[in-house]
């Protein structure tokens, strides 16, 4: 494995600039379009499994955040707030789940919605000193793919046990595995809310899910969230250095301190539970690990350009880059230099597919197409776009259980 700060650099995917800050990360051209097919995928996967997408702001009242105990138990690692006059100040926000909340409780609910799934890819921030960061390994400014799952009592273990496999569906298509699970548990300190009997509860169901799973873990002390254990998603990057990914949480904590609630099958009105999860993490520290593990050489369905058109002589490669724009790929046409040249530069930019038309493939109404691992094909162009879309389209999702359709 490489580096994700060499490869980022060499193959345009991301930029720092001082002017904009250390830890804010621009997405370049390249970049983004990976990011946007990863997220794209990501969106889908979970509408899949039942997830309702929302969008929310980046920011919100200080209270808020009294409210959600972060300020009180969470401040150091938060951007101090902003006062606009008097009466309002406001806070970059560290995490989406008051906001996630407040969708739940912007009318009453009934048993009948629940569980309740809400996702979104949105912006969290994270006050982290000059000295931590790197790449887009840890950054202030992060784009969470992020979920809360409300739900009763009864159903927690099963949403945990539904969000491992999301996961897991998830990693396999973004062709890694994480290097562990572990599940973090409290520690000494009152860095958490102390409420024993709590903990103990949410500790039990983790437990109890991550066997139902067949995941093996590893527990540590120490590494919860201030207000419960949760089950992170280890990772190891070039140069063995362990981060976490994505978490699932379980949260008997922030429903009571919004006041939270559902009315019951018989009548009364009950405490929901929240599910925090994420099945890719952040993008940030998602792409530094993709960009490793690939070696910067994506699944042709998230690579920045999946083919590359390179004309020869005076053939003209437009129509059959205008029919691969119609498909939905992402290609390039490149004219400019020696059709060597052309395919060496594809190469060091870990194009997954080159198609090269000359005079005698337009004659023949076809295209040699060149794979990454140098494989060349001449291919009728039906046929090589037939391929292109087979290759380059994102994996199917495996659907939720018991959700299978018959049509
Ligand atoms: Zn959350």
Redesign the pocket.
């Known amino acids: 494995m490489q580096d994700h700060r060499r490869l980022g650099r060499e193959l345009e995917l991301f930029h720092s600039d001082p002017l904009v800050g250390a830890g804010l990360p621009l997405w370049l051209p390249r970049g983004a379009a990976a990011r946007r097919a990863v997220e794209d995928y990501l969106l889908d996967l979970e509408r899949c499994h039942g997830y309702q997408h929302v969008y929310s702001p980046p920011l919100a009242k200080a209270e808020m955040y009294y409210r959600s105990g972060h300020l009180p138990h969470y401040a150091d690692d938060m951007f101090p707030p902003m006062a606009l006059d008097a009466d309002n100040a406001f806070v970059l926000r560290p995490?989406?789940?008051p906001h996630?909340a407040a969708v739940f409780s912007s009318r009453g609910r009934s048993y009948r919605e629940l569980p309740l799934r809400i996702g979104e890819i949105g912006g969290q921030y994270r006050a982290e000193r000059s000295g931590v960061l790197g790449g887009l390994a840890r950054v202030r400014a992060i784009s969470l793919n992020?979920g809360?799952v409300f739900c009763a009592e009864d159903a927690v273990e099963d949403e945990i046990v539904a969000a491992l496999s999301v996961m897991k569906e998830a990693h396999a298509a973004l062709g890694f595995e994480p290097s562990s699970w572990r599940l973090s548990l409290r520690g000494g300190g009152d860095k958490y809310v102390d409420d024993p009997p709590m903990w103990d509860r949410a500790t039990a169901v983790l437990r109890r899910a991550l066997e139902a799973a067949d995941v093996p873990y590893e527990a540590a002390e120490g590494e919860a969230a201030f207000y419960g254990p949760k089950i992170d998603i280890q990772l190891r990057d070039y140069a063995g250095r362990e981060s976490t990914l994505a978490t699932v949480?379980v949260d008997y904590f922030m429903p009571g301190r919004f006041d939270l609630s559902y009315v019951d099958a018989d009548g009364a009105r009950r405490r929901p539970v929240?599910v925090?999860r994420s099945a890719a993490g952040s993008m940030e520290r998602l792409f530094a690990h993709l960009i490793e593990v690939h070696d910067g050489a994506f699944p042709a369905w998230y690579a920045p350009v999946q083919v590359e058109v390179l004309p020869v002589g005076d053939a003209s490669g437009r129509e059959f880059a205008d029919r691969c724009r119609a498909l939905g790929l992402r290609i390039e046409e490149v004219y400019a230099g020696s059709l060597a040249a052309r395919i060496r530069d594809a190469s060091v930019r870990k194009v997954p597919f080159v198609a090269v038309i000359g005079a005698n493939e337009l004659a023949a109404g076809s295209v040699s197409l060149r794979s990454r691992d140098g494989a060349v094909s001449q291919l009728p162009v039906d046929a090589a776009l037939e391929r292109l879309i087979s290759v380059c389209r994102p994996p199917k999702h495996a659907g939720a259980a018991g959700s299978s359709v018959s049509v």
């Open positions: 995490s989406l789940c996630h992020d809360h949480q929240m925090h």
